[in-house]
């Protein structure tokens, strides 16, 4: 008997549809429901979260999506299209859509603080920071080091805070030399013309005292018969020298001739260093270096005088002087004046290369302008009525530049109006003495913040991190944008964050 054939039921075949036919669809019911709403809902530019073109002229590339008149409303569907292509691209980079959204009202500088945190003026991280500078028990002692007949001497360059640097490594590279240190002389040529000595703003006899551990340091060269044992040998060292730089560079010569100067002392020494020698240089910056009497004394008197004022003060070190700018090669709107006067001023650098403005700035490498360190003070919540200690030289533009600061700050001062001329007289044809009282009222503030990376910046936050339970705001080479409607262009600025030291 045959196999009897099994039935099947006849299927349904739902014939096949290209993919770009459902999407197509699927589009377009997208757009008819969008149609449907725009009519129920208001009007779009209308609402206050969205970019008005009179308030945002970066929205310009976004679509007109719906065209008003008296007595008729059209929807523009190919706009439609063209407003949720645009939407994506911006959904794609919230930054961008950020930008939109808060252009979309002017701006206005807050009356006061504001912030969501809870304390400005303490640090909860202060408690985890702790000295480590002191020698391990492998660090040799100076006696079991010094070599006799080995002499070196420095020659420091630049401003206080750079000739502190000089020092720091000077102690260092006597340490790799297995050398004596003469005590530093200080650069009294530069555009400063200072001629404060190293005994005029340091305490010399305690410089020498604590580092007797480390290094054998002296206050001049040893005489013998009457006259001093020789004439020093004059080199200089390339920047960021290695240990083993000054052992090859300088060992040799410093076993020939005895006495060594290394000249323009500033940066000569690298900082990749083995963890005793940083140590060393630690003890140095912020044990070894006190200032004299006369200037502690005063500069304490200044802390007190702003303590007198106000509970607590804000310290911010402002280098917004001519010569910091033109070094800097940032441009700040000044026109062809401000070219002129500041070309003039970089010429005095022979090695530096034409500037990029707008790259300088892109990257986050021009300092601040006053007007720009008062709004992001404010942004962080600080009030109108916070008072702040200004530690500057000479500012390019004078009043006119620190107006839109003093106007967000109205309670601004410095050492000039708290201190007498009478009172100032000893310290004010010596910039080294007077930047040394704003590295004293800088570092006994609540809250220090810089418009710079400059090397007070440094000392006073890695200080103030290691000795005080108080807030330091630096800033580093982020930048934000702030843009300027009255200009029409975009300043950058650097974001102010909390600084951590590792020493």
Known sequence: MGLQRRRHPERWVIPAVPPTYVLSTAALLLLVVFAFLSLLAPPLPDHPSFPH?????????????????????????????EFLIAIFGLLKNPVELQRNVVAADPFRVPSGGGSPVSDLWGSKQAK?????????????????????????????????????????????????LNATLVVPKLDQKSFWKDASDFAEIFDVDWFISSLSKDVKIIKQLPKKGGKVIGTPYTMRVPRKCAPTCYETRVLPVLLKKHIVQLTKFDYRLSNKLETNLQ???????????RFTDPIQEMGDRLIRRMKARSKHFIALHLRFEPDMLAFSGCYYGGGEKERTELGAIRKRWKTLHTSNSDKERRHGKCPLTPEEVGLLLRALGFGKDVHIYVASGEVYGGEETLAPLKAVFPNFHSKETLASKVELAPFAAFSSRMAALDFIVCDGSDVFVTN?????????????????NTTVYRTVRYFVHLISESKQHFKSAWILQSFDVHC
């Open 53 to 81: 073109p009179l308030f945002c002229h970066r929205c310009s590339h976004l679509p007109s999506l719906l065209v008003f008149s008296p007595s008729v409303l059209s929807l523009n569907l190919f706009s439609l299209f």
């Open 452 to 468: 710079n990376n400059g090397n007070m910046a440094r000392m006073l936050a890695g200080r103030r991190e290691r000795h005080h």
């Open 279 to 289: 140590k060393l240089r630690c003890r140095v910056n912020y044990h070894a270096l």
């Open 128 to 176: 985890y920071f702790y000295g480590c500078s002191n020698a391990s028990s492998e660090f040799a002692k100076e006696e079991a080091i010094t070599q006799p007949n080995r002499y070196l001497m420095i020659a420091t360059s630049g401003g206080l805070n750079q000739q502190r640097t000089g020092i720091t490594d000077a102690v260092v590279a006597a340490r790799i």
